[in-house]
Protein backbone atom coordinates (compact mmCIF):
# COMPACT_ATOMS: atom_id res chain seq x y z
CA UNK A 1 0.00 0.00 0.00
CA UNK A 2 0.92 3.59 -0.77
CA UNK A 3 1.25 6.14 2.29
CA UNK A 4 -2.41 7.11 1.34
CA UNK A 5 -5.16 5.48 -0.60
CA UNK A 6 -7.88 7.67 -1.24
CA UNK A 7 -11.30 6.27 -2.25
CA UNK A 8 -14.43 7.73 -3.54
CA UNK A 9 -17.72 5.84 -3.57
CA UNK A 10 -20.92 6.26 -5.86
CA UNK A 11 -23.92 4.92 -5.22
CA UNK A 12 -27.85 5.34 -4.80
CA UNK A 13 -29.50 6.13 -1.11
CA UNK A 14 -30.49 2.70 0.29
CA UNK A 15 -27.83 0.71 -1.30
CA UNK A 16 -25.57 0.47 1.62
CA UNK A 17 -22.40 2.79 -0.08
CA UNK A 18 -22.09 4.47 3.14
CA UNK A 19 -22.47 1.64 5.28
CA UNK A 20 -19.75 -0.15 3.04
CA UNK A 21 -17.53 3.25 3.02
CA UNK A 22 -17.73 3.08 6.98
CA UNK A 23 -17.05 -0.78 7.33
CA UNK A 24 -13.91 -0.24 5.16
CA UNK A 25 -12.99 2.50 7.58
CA UNK A 26 -13.25 0.16 10.51
CA UNK A 27 -11.80 -2.89 8.67
CA UNK A 28 -8.37 -0.59 7.82
CA UNK A 29 -8.29 0.98 11.70
CA UNK A 30 -8.68 -2.75 12.99
CA UNK A 31 -5.54 -3.36 10.67
CA UNK A 32 -3.82 -0.79 12.52
CA UNK A 33 -4.03 2.02 10.02
CA UNK A 34 -5.27 5.33 10.27
CA UNK A 35 -8.53 6.00 8.53
CA UNK A 36 -11.44 8.48 7.28
CA UNK A 37 -14.85 7.49 6.20
CA UNK A 38 -17.81 9.66 5.76
CA UNK A 39 -20.64 10.61 3.30
CA UNK A 40 -21.29 13.76 0.88
CA UNK A 41 -24.88 14.51 1.32
CA UNK A 42 -27.28 15.56 -1.65
CA UNK A 43 -30.76 15.76 -1.30
CA UNK A 44 -31.71 12.92 1.67
CA UNK A 45 -33.91 10.30 -0.05
CA UNK A 46 -33.87 7.01 -1.26
CA UNK A 47 -33.04 6.07 -4.59
CA UNK A 48 -31.09 9.79 -4.99
CA UNK A 49 -27.56 9.58 -5.81
CA UNK A 50 -24.81 9.89 -2.84
CA UNK A 51 -21.18 9.95 -2.67
CA UNK A 52 -18.46 8.61 -0.01
CA UNK A 53 -15.44 8.87 0.61
CA UNK A 54 -11.95 6.76 2.21
CA UNK A 55 -8.59 7.91 3.53
CA UNK A 56 -6.37 4.49 4.57
CA UNK A 57 -2.87 5.89 5.64
CA UNK A 58 -0.16 4.63 7.17
CA UNK A 59 0.14 7.93 9.15
CA UNK A 60 -2.22 10.22 10.64
CA UNK A 61 -4.77 12.03 7.73
CA UNK A 62 -4.13 15.79 7.77
CA UNK A 63 -6.72 16.26 4.29
CA UNK A 64 -10.29 17.03 5.78
CA UNK A 65 -12.31 17.26 2.45
CA UNK A 66 -13.91 15.53 -0.66
CA UNK A 67 -11.52 13.37 -2.53
CA UNK A 68 -11.09 14.84 -5.82
CA UNK A 69 -8.42 12.96 -7.09
CA UNK A 70 -8.97 9.16 -6.01
CA UNK A 71 -7.02 6.11 -6.23
CA UNK A 72 -10.03 4.24 -6.77
CA UNK A 73 -13.92 4.79 -7.71
CA UNK A 74 -16.70 1.77 -6.46
CA UNK A 75 -19.65 2.39 -8.66
CA UNK A 76 -22.18 0.50 -6.50
CA UNK A 77 -25.21 1.27 -9.20
CA UNK A 78 -24.33 1.01 -12.78
CA UNK A 79 -27.01 3.21 -14.11
CA UNK A 80 -24.79 6.04 -12.81
CA UNK A 81 -22.44 5.46 -15.81
CA UNK A 82 -25.18 7.41 -17.76
CA UNK A 83 -25.63 10.45 -14.96
CA UNK A 84 -22.88 11.16 -13.35
CA UNK A 85 -18.88 11.20 -13.95
CA UNK A 86 -18.15 9.11 -11.47
CA UNK A 87 -14.22 9.08 -13.52
CA UNK A 88 -14.22 12.58 -12.54
CA UNK A 89 -10.32 13.08 -11.20
CA UNK A 90 -9.52 9.41 -11.02
CA UNK A 91 -5.93 8.31 -11.37
CA UNK A 92 -5.39 5.64 -13.65
CA UNK A 93 -2.63 3.60 -11.53
CA UNK A 94 -5.69 2.74 -9.43
CA UNK A 95 -9.50 1.80 -10.93
CA UNK A 96 -12.57 1.69 -11.20
CA UNK A 97 -14.84 -1.13 -9.59
CA UNK A 98 -18.37 -1.33 -11.20
CA UNK A 99 -21.57 -3.37 -9.61
CA UNK A 100 -22.54 -4.77 -13.09
CA UNK A 101 -22.51 -8.53 -14.30
CA UNK A 102 -21.16 -7.06 -17.93
CA UNK A 103 -17.55 -7.62 -18.59
CA UNK A 104 -15.62 -5.07 -18.08
CA UNK A 105 -14.71 -4.42 -21.85
CA UNK A 106 -18.65 -3.46 -22.20
CA UNK A 107 -18.40 -0.56 -19.52
CA UNK A 108 -15.73 1.07 -20.82
CA UNK A 109 -17.16 3.30 -23.90
CA UNK A 110 -19.12 4.81 -20.67
CA UNK A 111 -16.35 5.85 -18.77
CA UNK A 112 -15.76 9.20 -20.60
CA UNK A 113 -12.26 8.16 -22.15
CA UNK A 114 -10.65 6.50 -18.64
CA UNK A 115 -8.39 4.29 -19.65
CA UNK A 116 -7.02 2.60 -16.44
CA UNK A 117 -8.05 -1.11 -15.15
CA UNK A 118 -11.96 -1.54 -14.72
CA UNK A 119 -13.05 -4.19 -12.91
CA UNK A 120 -16.41 -5.72 -12.32
CA UNK A 121 -18.59 -7.90 -10.09
CA UNK A 122 -21.88 -9.03 -9.95
CA UNK A 123 -22.88 -7.45 -6.69
CA UNK A 124 -26.68 -8.67 -7.20
CA UNK A 125 -26.19 -12.10 -8.44
CA UNK A 126 -24.19 -12.77 -5.55
CA UNK A 127 -25.91 -10.74 -2.96
CA UNK A 128 -29.53 -12.54 -4.00
CA UNK A 129 -27.34 -16.01 -3.92
CA UNK A 130 -25.63 -15.51 -0.32
CA UNK A 131 -28.41 -13.14 1.53
CA UNK A 132 -31.62 -13.58 -0.26
CA UNK A 133 -31.74 -9.77 -1.25
CA UNK A 134 -30.34 -7.19 -2.70
CA UNK A 135 -27.75 -5.68 -1.00
CA UNK A 136 -24.73 -4.73 -3.30
CA UNK A 137 -22.49 -2.94 -0.37
CA UNK A 138 -21.17 -6.26 1.12
CA UNK A 139 -20.05 -7.72 -2.49
CA UNK A 140 -18.69 -3.95 -3.15
CA UNK A 141 -16.91 -3.62 0.58
CA UNK A 142 -15.35 -6.84 -0.78
CA UNK A 143 -13.90 -6.06 -4.03
CA UNK A 144 -12.86 -3.22 -3.35
CA UNK A 145 -10.37 -4.71 -0.63
CA UNK A 146 -9.61 -7.16 -3.38
CA UNK A 147 -8.21 -4.59 -6.06
CA UNK A 148 -6.96 -2.29 -3.85
CA UNK A 149 -5.16 -4.05 -1.01
CA UNK A 150 -5.91 -0.87 1.60
CA UNK A 151 -5.93 -4.10 3.46
CA UNK A 152 -4.37 -7.49 3.50
CA UNK A 153 -7.50 -9.39 1.87
CA UNK A 154 -7.09 -12.58 4.73
CA UNK A 155 -7.00 -10.36 7.52
CA UNK A 156 -9.86 -8.20 6.09
CA UNK A 157 -12.30 -11.35 5.73
CA UNK A 158 -11.13 -12.19 9.72
CA UNK A 159 -12.25 -8.46 10.84
CA UNK A 160 -15.12 -8.39 8.85
CA UNK A 161 -16.58 -11.86 10.15
CA UNK A 162 -15.97 -10.10 14.11
CA UNK A 163 -17.69 -6.88 12.96
CA UNK A 164 -20.62 -9.18 12.03
CA UNK A 165 -20.57 -11.05 14.75
CA UNK A 166 -21.03 -7.99 17.19
CA UNK A 167 -23.52 -6.47 14.66
CA UNK A 168 -25.65 -9.19 14.17
CA UNK A 169 -25.43 -10.86 17.59
CA UNK A 170 -29.28 -11.01 17.93
CA UNK A 171 -29.38 -12.74 14.15
CA UNK A 172 -26.89 -14.82 13.50
CA UNK A 173 -28.12 -16.97 10.44
CA UNK A 174 -27.42 -13.54 8.45
CA UNK A 175 -23.56 -14.06 9.11
CA UNK A 176 -22.60 -16.61 7.07
CA UNK A 177 -24.59 -15.16 4.47
CA UNK A 178 -22.50 -11.96 4.46
CA UNK A 179 -19.19 -13.93 4.98
CA UNK A 180 -20.38 -16.17 1.55
CA UNK A 181 -21.10 -13.13 -0.06
CA UNK A 182 -17.80 -11.13 0.77
CA UNK A 183 -15.63 -14.50 -0.38
CA UNK A 184 -17.30 -15.03 -3.02
CA UNK A 185 -16.96 -11.18 -4.42
CA UNK A 186 -13.39 -11.65 -4.10
CA UNK A 187 -13.06 -14.49 -5.70
CA UNK A 188 -15.58 -13.08 -8.58
CA UNK A 189 -14.09 -9.71 -9.13
CA UNK A 190 -13.10 -9.23 -13.17
CA UNK A 191 -10.73 -6.67 -14.83
CA UNK A 192 -10.22 -5.42 -18.05
Not at 31 to 36: E, H, I, K, P, T
Request: net charge neutral; hydrophobic share 40%; with cysteine.
Amino acid sequence: MKEMTEIRWHGRGGQGAKTACLLLADAAFASGLYVQGFPEYGPERMGAPITAYNRISKTPCTIHSNIYTPDYVVVVDESLLHTVDVTAGLNEQGGIIINSHKAPQQLRPLLRGYRGPVYTVDARRISEECLGKYFPNTPMLAAVVQVSRVVDPAEFVVNMEGSYRHKFAHKPQVIQGNMQALTTAMEEVSRA
